[in-house]
């Protein structure tokens, strides 16, 4: 059976035994348990997207591209530049832990991971994985995590585009072969001059202006040992409105270098890396060199180190060490401005006959906050050559960020150095069924929240953070495709009730219901096409005041149209959201509405 560019990947959303699948469908992937594993023989709910799937796709952004998939909810205040929260699986937007080539980029400060600052065109896959990995990865991982690979190919290319807004973007990328390795060079500019985000505030456009250089290299001294590096650098500005006023301009440079290796010796693979992160960002008032706001400056280093052994044929055991050191300058002066983390982590794997089990172990000290155990078990059952059943339980924990615990008195608002970590329990059921042209997958999870930071005023309205909040969130997950009629199909749905329990009020601006469904077809004459559906279902917001907003909800329609004119030169027509039906996703927010996008690839 022939798969498109699109079914292969999405196909592995049913990441069954291997005998339930296809020699085609043979993914391999290291964010499950951060080592390499077959998504086939995995009991982990994850989905692939591959760099077929994000050139059909076609979009402008990060955010754009994940809000195809109906396990992850985006808010925005606007386009590319503009605030945008990410909830995978009903979760908070900071309870998904998000990296990059296995380096978290979570804000130190916010506790947030800023992905518009990312360039899309630099991504080679992404693996997301829904569910708790606190086990393995540590805090953050409570809804899931999400990889973001970048791209290290050999291909010599330029690419670029226009479109609406007037949108321009420009991608260069080659490679240098020396010996038996390989560095990939990719230069990316992208810009916008937007469009009015807010209403009633400000009534200019919002545009933006990105660059990114990465490099990405590796060199394999012999049959055991290969060394790898890496270099990326996003920088620009973007404009944006507040409803209170004040700066309306944000300028950023941010540095990610990781060096590492991997090692294979007798029935082990060893791995280690080294990572130094800095992000420096600015607020100012467009068109004025004075500062509104404040500069801040986070810093990053990360030594991981990691050891695989295959014990037989049946089992592995895997064990690791995080160790890792973050900062804050600039001009946000606090009390404490530096801290430093450790950890080990476990993990072993066995399968034999119908049964495969994993279960993983790991603790996490957090220099003057907190030392957390988290674990992680699951069984997957093989009922029958095409199906299996799986039931997992796992824990999470989301440490306090610098700002909520050492934030400075200014009047308004005041950290609080006693706050406890977020903590997490999830349960999760799936069932997996594969046919000849047909597959789905069922999933039913439970999680609960504890100890929720929410920022909260006293009687003088002085806002100060609290571990005041519980949540459980709940929901069902279906995923089908298949082929017929000539033409690829997949269906993601998402059932979310994310309750705060303190209340009993759903909590702000997670569509309850989430469905999207692609179409596409492809020939041998070098035409491509889809057509997606993205559908998102009502969300509330709740004002400083306690008033409740209402938000609509919508269908997009998404259009995709590629053609190899040669080998050499590829064309490209996109239209974003074809019918106009976008409703905002935060109160008083626009959205771009109609967009449209006509690209060229020439491969040199």
């Known amino acids: 059976m022939k798969k498109t560019i699109i079914s292969v990947a999405l196909l592995t959303l049913l990441n069954t ?11 391999i992937t290291t964010t499950g348990y951060r080592t390499e594993a077959s998504l086939n023989t995995s009991l982990s709910s994850q989905i692939v997207i591959t760099a077929d799937d994000i050139e059909q796709l076609a979009p402008i952004s990060i955010t754009d591209l994940l809000s195809s998939y109906a396990a992850i909810d ?30 978290r980029i979570s804000s130190s400060t916010l506790g947030l991971a800023d992905t518009q600052k990312l360039a899309v065109n630099n991504i080679e896959r992404i693996e997301i994985v829904r569910g708790a990995r606190a086990s393995l990865w540590g805090s953050e991982a409570i809804g899931g995590v999400i990889q973001i690979f970048t791209k290290a190919t050999p291909v010599t290319s330029l690419a670029m585009k226009i479109g609406t807004d007037r949108f321009e973007s420009i991608q260069f990328q080659t490679s240098l072969e020396h010996g038996d390795g390989q560095t990939s060079f990719l230069a990316d500019h992208q810009e916008s001059e937007g469009f009015d985000v807010l209403s009633g505030v400000e009534p200019d456009k919002d545009g933006y202006s990105y660059q990114s250089f990465a490099l990405n290299g590796f060199q394999n001294i012999d049959s055991k040992l290969k060394l790898t590096w890496q270099l990326n650098v996003d920088q620009g500005d973007n404009q944006y409105d507040s409803q209170w006023g004040g700066s309306n301009s944000t300028e950023f440079q941010n540095r990610l270098m990781k060096v590492g290796g991997i090692y294979r010796w007798e029935d082990n693979v060893s791995e280690f890396s080294f990572s130094d992160q800095k992000d420096d960002s600015e607020t100012l008032v467009e068109g004025s060199s004075i500062p509104s706001g404040e500069r801040i400056i986070t810093k990053r280093m990360q030594l991981s180190a990691l050891n695989t052994t295959t014990i037989s044929k049946y089992a592995s055991f895997t064990i690791g060490t995080d160790l890792l050191t973050e900062e804050v300058e600039g001009d946000l002066v606090l009390d404490v401005d530096h801290r430093d983390l450790s950890a ?28 957390e155990f988290t674990h992680n078990i699951a069984v997957g059952y093989q009922i029958t050559p095409k199906s299996i059943v799986t039931v997992m339980q796992g824990t999470g924990f989301k440490v306090p960020t610098f700002n909520d615990l050492y934030w400075p008195a200014d009047g308004f608002s005041v950290g609080n150095d006693t706050l406890e970590s977020e903590r997490s329990n999830n349960y999760e059921i799936r069932y997996e069924q ?16 504890k100890n929720l930071i929410e920022w909260t005023p006293d009687s003088n309205f002085v806002y100060q953070p609290q571990n005041v909040k519980d949540a459980n969130i709940k929901g069902y997950e279906l995923d089908v495709n298949g082929e017929f009629l000539g033409l690829t199909h997949v269906l993601s749905a998402a059932w979310i009730d994310a309750i705060d329990e303190s209340t009993n009020a759903r909590l702000p601006l997670r569509a309850k219901q989430k469905y999207s469904y692609l179409m596409s077809y492809q020939t041998d004459k070098g035409f491509a096409s889809s057509v997606e559906f993205k559908y998102s279902g009502e969300r509330q917001q709740t004002s400083w005041d306690g008033s409740i907003t209402k938000l609509d909800s919508f269908m997009a329609t998404n259009v995709n149209l590629h053609y190899q004119l040669n080998e050499e030169v590829k064309l490209k027509l996109s239209i974003k959201d074809a019918f106009d039906k976008s409703e905002p996703t935060a109160v008083g927010y626009n959205v771009a509405g109609r967009q449209a996008y006509l690209g060229v690839v020439i491969n040199l």
Do not use: K, P
């Open 17 to 27: 035994n291997q005998s339930l699948a296809t020699e085609e469908l043979e993914i």
């Open 74 to 103: 985006i808010s925005s205040t606007g386009g590319r530049g503009q605030n945008a929260s990410l909830f995978l699986r009903g979760g908070n937007a900071g309870h998904t832990l998000v990296l990059v080539d296995g380096v």
């Open 344 to 371: 080990v982590f476990a993990q072993g794997m066995y399968s034999e006959n119908n049964w495969i089990v994993e279960s993983s172990l790991r603790y996490d000290y957090i220099e003057s906050v907190d030392s």
């Open 434 to 449: 594969s046919f000849d042209d047909f597959s789905f997958s069922a999933t039913y999870f439970n999680n609960d929240i």
